[in-house]
């Protein structure tokens, strides 16, 4: 190893250990402690209660209220089906504060794999050596930008579990690559977690008639329900829905379209409370519909990378949620566009790509928009992002 490649690893050994230090020591010092609120609480919670056998009081609001208050102020409530609160279990078995330190341990070597699977499927060290106008880049400055892109920190921060759903994307990418539907399907219905992140795509594929993918995807599926069952009871069918319909609970769980970065967002910040109920679910269903519908009539196996972060950008505009730490998801189809367009020598003269790509990696832009509640405008990045590589997909290759 040369003096430069020492020092770039020293460089990015030294941001990745402040990064991760300052996730796991600034937690918060007690649990009356309201300064830095952490939303692995929730599944912190979640997990004890499945622990306890408490599972079919899962979505009993104070019940999860009860368990929270042993180790944190309530501040968020568990919304996801009983088969994710098992994967948080063992963290129990930890006191809260080691539990929050092994989860982000855990989340920052899920960001490693992704990062080394997106390195070595992708063009995007490429891309950023044209970005660089040829000073060297490695796998290590791409972990940093991967670490320090504000909804990955965010993610970090406040342990989320936004990285699993990254890494389900990333082996769904390779899956599909490699012309295996039935697994890409499957490994899609373990992202349920986030149901809104997974319907659209599953639409997408759907209105595409790919029965292989469809297949596993339902299969996967049917068999987490039995686990929600085995979890929480039948009674979960039926308890589970309605935290979503109920407008007590919608209120408690404090569902703010302001800072979603999707459609539904930027209708709420265009129309507010001007807008009738009905009309604003209307233009949101229109306008859902026909994303989705245009990103898999247009979508060409020849061109798939292009055409799945297409999708993957889709599916975060038309879910019902997608807040600031979702959008860590972004760092997989980004790479992947910018990759193929590099290929194609067309990286650099892309302008509405290269601004977009400004808005989404300068910290101050998500940190501002977040102060002022106008984060749901972070959608028409997105749009723009979905148009580039759509028209991309679409346009003849230019001859080498």
Not at 35 to 58: C, I, N, P, T
Not at 108 to 116: E, G, N
Not at 182 to 204: R, S, Y
Request: net charge positive; charged share 15%; aromatic share 12%.
């Amino acid at each position: 190893m040369n003096g430069a490649r020492i020092v770039r690893f020293a460089a990015v050994t030294l941001i990745l250990v402040l990064g991760l230090s300052y996730a796991i020591l600034s937690f918060p010092s007690n649990r009356e402690d309201t300064s830095r609120l952490v939303d692995f609480s929730e599944f912190y919670a979640a997990g004890q209660m499945v622990r306890e056998g408490e599972g079919k009081h899962l979505y009993d609001l104070r019940a999860q209220a009860e368990f929270q208050l042993r180790v944190a102020p309530v501040h968020a409530f568990y919304l996801r089906p009983p088969f994710e609160a098992l994967f948080f279990v063992p963290f129990t078995f930890l006191s809260y504060k080691m539990a929050y330190a092994a989860w982000v341990i855990a989340s920052f070597t899920i960001l490693l794999a992704v990062c080394r699977v997106i390195r070595k499927n992708t063009n995007v060290l490429e891309a950023m050596l044209q970005y660089t106008r040829g000073i060297p880049v490695d796998a290590g400055l791409l972990l940093v930008i991967f670490l320090l892109f504000e909804p990955t920190m965010d993610c970090f921060l406040i342990g989320q579990d936004s990285m699993l759903m990254l890494l389900i994307y990333t082996l769904i990418f390779l899956a599909l690559k490699q012309g295996r539907d039935i697994e890409a399907g499957g490994i899609l219905a373990c992202g349920l977690f986030k149901f809104h992140l997974v319907l659209p795509f599953v639409a997408i594929f759907a209105l595409r008639r790919r029965k292989a993918f469809l297949l596993g995807f339902a299969g996967a599926a049917l068999m987490l329900v039995a686990i929600s069952i085995l979890v929480s009871g039948p009674s979960v069918l039926i308890s589970y829905p309605r935290m979503f319909f109920d407008s007590t609970a919608r209120q408690l769980m404090g569902f703010q379209p302001e800072y979603a970065a999707n459609i539904r967002g930027l209708l709420y910040l265009v129309g507010g409370k001007r807008m009738p109920t009905p009309l604003m679910s209307a233009s949101l269903a229109v306008l859902s519909a026909f994303l989705l519908w245009i990103a898999a009539t247009t979508w060409r196996d020849e061109e798939f990378e292009l055409c799945f972060s297409a999708a993957v950008v889709a599916t975060l505009l038309t879910s019902f949620h997608a807040f600031v730490y979702d959008l860590s998801l972004l760092l997989l189809p980004v790479s992947i566009a910018i990759g193929k367009l590099a290929e194609r020598s067309n990286l650099l003269r892309n302008i509405p790509l290269n601004v977009t790509l400004i808005l989404l990696f300068v910290p101050s832009v998500h940190h501002f928009s977040i102060i002022y509640h106008v984060y749901a405008l972070m959608s028409l990045v997105l749009v723009v992002l979905f148009v580039v590589m759509t028209r991309a997909s679409v346009q003849p290759v230019p001859a080498v």
